[in-house]
């Protein structure tokens, strides 16, 4: 056995030089005429016979013709053949950007030397380097690249830049080293991304520099080889950018919501003085229709505060509604008492088809209320005088079809795509009707898809009225009784009230109104007074402003419900602040409920309605 394990061991040998990928030969060295040394092929694998410079010459042993190689490898197979020194060389092969990994060494002496030769191709790996360092002159963009523990093997021009650190002090660094800690997890789950699966998907974060300070790259790696490649785009002005921008959006929300609030606060006392005038005027008396004109156009004012306002909230996304099974009934009588007045100063036909039986929407009965106030008030808007109205809900199985339809000015048909657009205007068919800010409709459509709805207009054109259809899902009827945050109509007792506001414009006429109502109604000044009044004058509904001096409303608030003998009184936050922040305040301090100023009669009534659960 032992005499045949040298043929053995040469029948595997000759197997792997025939079948490996690596191209293989066997060359003998000759002097040639010139007197140089030449090389004859004596073996060669097939790897080897698929090069350029081998031709079709057959495979077999024996010499073979000299091969045509390039003076730079004759001289360095000369050296080894003469030297008997191993050569590992990168050389260029005989076509264009072709590049071997060159291995040859000698057998025998030099007397008759033998050289075996061995050729991997690497024209591909060595293009990878060239683009490689093209990556490592970018300045817009760093590249990083990783080692297997990863720490810091090499970085572009661009990352060294970004980072100032230099390239001798950045080699060697770890990427905890360069990143600050409260972003170590995600960068930590990065690595394990790229480690199972050769890439991470690129998200944001921070860097930080030699000097200490920070900034924005978004990062993508990807595992190469042994390797991983980092790619960085410094995103720090973007950043800063959005920051900025995100700066300017809450101070334009608090603008909004100031302005709000110092708007609707003188509204509140002129609003509940008229109130009291118009209790207190003969009705048939020119005074009163005087009155009735004052009373319109302040509630056309109130309706552009709050439009105003809601486009802001809904163009930023700042809209939520809060959704009950409510009858479409109670929206719909809602929505007709706030246009009432306008519909019956211009002496419109109305005339309202509503399902025998109640149907049922799940909604924010505000906004819902918002929707059909907004859609009445532009049919008495742009209709005549003396024009007709028609209010319709078609009950589906599963849709409610709400159509108001009127026969006022119509819209062309080349502006119908248009009209639910913000700031829309159809003026040229307006010339002699009140004008408008064109957010409504904008407001109608947005808060009807909150619903799970659409809206539709349809009019056959100038002078020919409008439809404005809205369909929304139809919702099953609660199991019990009617909802709670709909306030019926109910005949009240007189109630002890306490007013509280630091504009004594707003206390005095709010509490006036409250007294013609028949209702017993002290007032103060100030969170503090408020809470001293409620120990003495023990009432049944506080209306508390929020904004007061000395002690504001939600301290207060806070006071009276920490107080065992003031469990029974009804908290009613009544201010300018309507924004949904504000109303989360108010519900944590303690109250009963939250009504923006001025207090419209249905908000009235259901602030009194509370005390009835006392």
């Given at each position: 056995m032992s005499n045949n394990k040298p043929e053995?061991?040469?029948?595997?040998?000759?197997?792997?030089?025939?079948?490996?990928?690596?191209?293989?030969?066997?060359?003998?060295?000759?002097?040639?005429?010139?007197?140089?040394?030449?090389?004859?092929?004596l073996e060669a694998n097939a790897s080897f016979r698929k090069h350029a410079w081998c031709g079709e010459t057959p495979p077999g042993h024996g010499r073979e013709p000299a091969l045509p190689l390039d003076e730079a490898w004759l001289e360095l197979l000369r050296e080894v053949a003469l030297s008997g020194c191993d050569l590992h060389a990168c050389l260029e092969g005989p076509e264009p950007e072709q590049w071997f990994e060159v291995r040859a060494f000698r057998a025998g002496d030099a007397a008759r030397?033998?050289?075996?030769?061995?050729?991997?191709?690497?024209?591909?790996?060595?293009?990878?380097v060239d683009r490689l360092q093209n990556l490592r002159r970018i300045t817009t963009v760093g590249v990083l690249f990783w080692g297997a523990e990863f720490g810091l093997v090499d970085a572009n021009e661009g990352f060294i830049q970004m980072s100032g650190f230099s390239r001798e002090e950045a080699i060697g660094k770890t990427w905890q080293e360069l990143t600050p800690e409260e972003f170590h997890p995600a960068s930590w789950n990065?690595?394990?991304?790229?480690?199972?699966?050769?890439e991470a998907t690129p998200y944001e974060k921070q860097y930080l520099r030699k000097d200490g300070s920070r900034w924005w790259g978004l990062f993508a790696p990807r595992k190469i080889g042994d390797q991983v490649m980092e790619f960085v785009l410094d995103v720090t002005q973007r950043r800063h950018a959005e920051a900025a921008l995100r700066e300017q959006d809450r101070r334009k929300d608090e603008f909004l919501a100031t302005l709000a609030h110092e708007l609707r606060n003188p509204l509140a006392p002129i609003k509940n003085g008229l109130h009291v005038l118009r209790l207190s005027t003969q009705a048939d008396s020119p005074a009163q229709r005087t009155l009735e004109i004052i009373d319109r156009q302040l509630n056309h004012l109130i309706r552009l505060v709050d439009d105003l306002l809601d486009v802001a909230r809904i163009t930023a996304g700042k809209v939520r509604v809060d959704k009950r099974v409510v009858p479409l009934r109670d929206i719909l009588t809602r929505s007709l008492e706030a246009t009432q007045a306008a519909i019956d100063a211009k002496q419109h036909r109305l005339t309202v088809e509503l399902p025998a039986d109640d149907v049922h929407v799940a909604a924010d009965v505000d906004r819902l209320t918002?929707?059909?106030?907004?859609?009445?008030?532009?049919?008495?808007?742009?209709t005549g005088a003396g024009g007709a109205i028609h209010l319709q809900v078609l009950a589906g199985e599963h849709q409610l079809d709400v159509t108001v339809q009127d026969s006022g000015i119509g819209i062309p048909a080349e502006h119908q795509a248009g009209v639910f657009e913000l700031f829309s205007q159809v003026r040229d068919h307006q010339p002699h009707f009140e004008g408008g800010l064109g957010i409504g409709l904008a407001l109608v459509q947005s808060l009807v898809r909150?619903?799970?709805?659409t809206v539709e207009v349809h009019s056959e054109g100038a002078g020919r009225g409008s439809t404005f259809r809205v369909r929304l899902p139809r919702a099953d009827?609660?199991?019990?009784?009617?909802?709670?945050?709909?306030?019926?109509?109910?005949?009240?007792a007189a109630r002890r009230i306490l007013v509280a506001d630091d504009n004594q414009d707003a206390a005095d006429t709010l509490a006036s109104l409250l007294r013609v109502e028949g209702h017993e109604v002290?007032?103060?000044?100030?969170?503090?007074?408020?809470?001293?009044?409620a120990r003495t004058f023990r009432p049944e509904v506080a209306f508390l402003d929020l904004g007061m001096p000395v002690m504001d409303g939600l301290e207060a608030a806070r006071r009276i419900r920490a107080a065992e003998e003031l469990a029974h009184i009804r908290l009613v936050a009544l201010t300018g602040w309507g924004q949904a922040s504000?109303?989360?305040?108010?519900?944590?301090?303690?109250?009963?409920?939250?009504?923006?100023?001025?207090?419209?009669?249905t908000a009235m009534q259901e602030a009194l309605a509370i005390a009835a659960h006392a």
């Open positions: 053995q061991v040469g029948r595997v040998f000759e197997r792997f030089f025939q079948e490996t990928d690596e191209a293989c030969c066997v060359l003998e060295a000759q002097v040639e005429a010139s007197g140089q040394l030449g090389f004859v092929l030397p033998v050289v075996g030769l061995r050729l991997r191709d690497i024209s591909e790996q060595r293009r990878l990065a690595v394990r991304q790229v480690l199972t699966r050769g918002q929707v059909f106030s907004n859609l009445l008030s532009n049919a008495a808007k742009y909150m619903h799970g709805g009827a609660p199991a019990q009784g009617r909802p709670a945050d709909v306030a019926q109509p109910r005949e009240g002290v007032t103060a000044s100030d969170g503090l007074e408020a809470v001293e009044r504000d109303r989360q305040r108010t519900r944590e301090a303690g109250f009963d409920l939250h009504v923006v100023k001025p207090l419209t009669p």
